[in-house]
């Protein structure tokens, strides 16, 4: 059985799991927020690289021989319209991305693969809503055929047993006849894999923090705070919700400037105790009007906690509170944020203490503006899930304790 050249069968295959990858990227896009630059920048890549591929397949097409047609009547006549239609969602699809792009309002450069500027195509701006349906429909479009096509195939595989199927896999291979169709697959769970953690999936703080009346009043407090601010945060919010425009850039990061204090308070027996952590860093990643984008890390010794009397420092590291030899350091991670008001903001994350990892919220505000920051904020920790204060020095210790955060911050 005459066979595609290997050209062809190559670029095939190389297309058609492309083209799944960009589907399970470019439904996620919009979704992203400023996160999202770098996948947008993947997309618009990985597009014009299948916009090159398919040219490239057309120019084999007429260059190289094909096998000849198996099949004729309505059926042939299906095959080859499908295949008509193919080839115009492999040239429209990246077409059409290309225009929506050079068509938006706020144009964003395009650096394909990190190197190649892309132009923008001299189009009216009036063509964009256009575009931008096309490009949602084409890809519908693309599944639709791709499902007829597979359909085809399958019939002239299972029903007429033709063999035309291995006019597509080089050397009658099983492997590649199971192999190459789940190229696609790949493609498209490779899209899915690289997309960011989605935001939802953020932890819930944690019930146990909810136990103690203080802590509820806490909570109950910064309900009514985000409350009172809903309108401003409802703003913001619906604000950024319409802007589906691609970001301008990705997120920015800041570096924490010396001087920055993270503190601690619990009550003792109607007395309280207060200290600082003198070392910690922080890794800061946060646009303030996509507060869902950020990503944050602060990392504290432990061994450097203190409160201001010797004797009390001394107990600090040990196993009773801190653990500090089994666990040097404890650390504080989120990934997204909600404003909760202007400048106000809330981050569910992971607070990992003791070697104990739980769900926690801390709330913060920003001041200042452009490259310097202000930020300033507070916790309220349960101790007892991660073991801090589990002995009979600790009966008097309050359940919660209280951690303020104040430090300047500059745009890297
Ligand atoms: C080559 C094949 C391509 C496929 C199959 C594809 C597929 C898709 C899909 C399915 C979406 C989601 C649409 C929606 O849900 O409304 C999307 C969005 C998007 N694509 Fe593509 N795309 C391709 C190429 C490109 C290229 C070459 C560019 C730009 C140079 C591009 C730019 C975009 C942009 C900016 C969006 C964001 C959504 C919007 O603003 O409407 N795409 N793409
Ligand atoms: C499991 C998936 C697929 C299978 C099993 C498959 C199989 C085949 C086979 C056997 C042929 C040769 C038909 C013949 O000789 O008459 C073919 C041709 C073709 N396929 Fe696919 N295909 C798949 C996916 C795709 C995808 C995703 C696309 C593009 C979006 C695509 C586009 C085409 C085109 C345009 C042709 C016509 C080639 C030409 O004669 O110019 N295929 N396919």
Do not use: C
């Amino acid at each position: 059985m005459q066979r595609y050249s290997r050209a062809a069968i190559f670029l095939h295959w190389a297309i058609a799991a492309l083209l799944a990858f960009q589907i399970a990227v470019g439904w996620a896009l919009e979704d992203l927020g400023s996160h999202g630059f770098v996948l947008y920048q993947w997309h618009k890549s990985v597009g014009m690289l299948i916009l090159a591929l398919t040219l490239a397949r057309i120019a084999v097409r007429y260059w190289k021989p094909r096998p000849a047609k198996l099949e004729g009547g309505w059926q042939g006549a299906l095959a080859s319209g499908v295949h008509v239609g193919l080839y115009a969602f492999m040239l429209g699809a990246p077409l059409s991305g290309w225009a929506l792009v050079s068509t938006a309002k706020v144009k964003v450069p395009t650096l394909l693969f990190g190197v190649l500027p892309l132009p923008h195509l001299p189009l009216p701006a009036a063509s964009h809503a256009l575009a931008e349906n096309g490009h949602g429909l084409l890809a519908w479009i693309g599944i639709a055929l791709f499902l007829l096509h597979v359909a085809g195939a399958l019939r002239h595989h299972v029903l007429m047993r033709d063999g035309l199927i291995w006019r597509m896999i080089p050397g009658r291979s099983p492997v590649l006849l199971v192999g190459l169709p789940a190229l696609i697959a790949v493609g498209f769970l490779a899209g899915r894999a690289i997309l960011p953690a989605p935001q939802a999936a953020a932890p819930a703080p944690a019930p146990v923090a909810l136990e103690a009346d203080n802590a509820v009043e806490a909570e109950s407090n910064v309900a009514q705070a985000a409350n009172v601010a809903a309108p401003a945060g409802n703003a913001a919010a619906n604000a950024s919700e319409g802007v589906t425009e691609e970001p301008a850039g990705p997120p920015p990061a800041w570096t924490v400037q010396p001087g920055g204090r993270i503190g601690f308070s619990v009550g003792n027996d109607g007395d309280m105790i207060s200290g600082n952590f003198a070392k910690w860093t922080a890794a800061i990643v946060m646009d303030p009007d996509h507060p869902d984008s950020a990503d944050i890390k602060v990392t504290i010794d432990m061994a450097s906690a203190s409160v201001g009397d010797a004797y009390k420092d001394g107990m600090l590291p040990g196993d009773e509170f801190f653990g500090v030899a089994a666990h040097p350091t404890a650390t504080f991670t989120a990934k997204g944020a909600e404003a909760t008001g202007p400048n106000s903001y809330r981050a569910r994350g992971t607070l990992t203490l003791k070697g104990v990892s739980k769900p926690q919220s801390i709330r913060f505000t920003l001041s200042g503006k452009d490259a310097n920051r202000k930020v300033s904020g507070s916790a309220t920790i349960a101790r007892a899930p991660f073991g801090v204060g589990n002995g009979d020095s600790s009966n008097g210790l309050a359940p919660q304790v209280a951690v303020t955060f104040a430090f300047t911050a500059k745009r890297k």
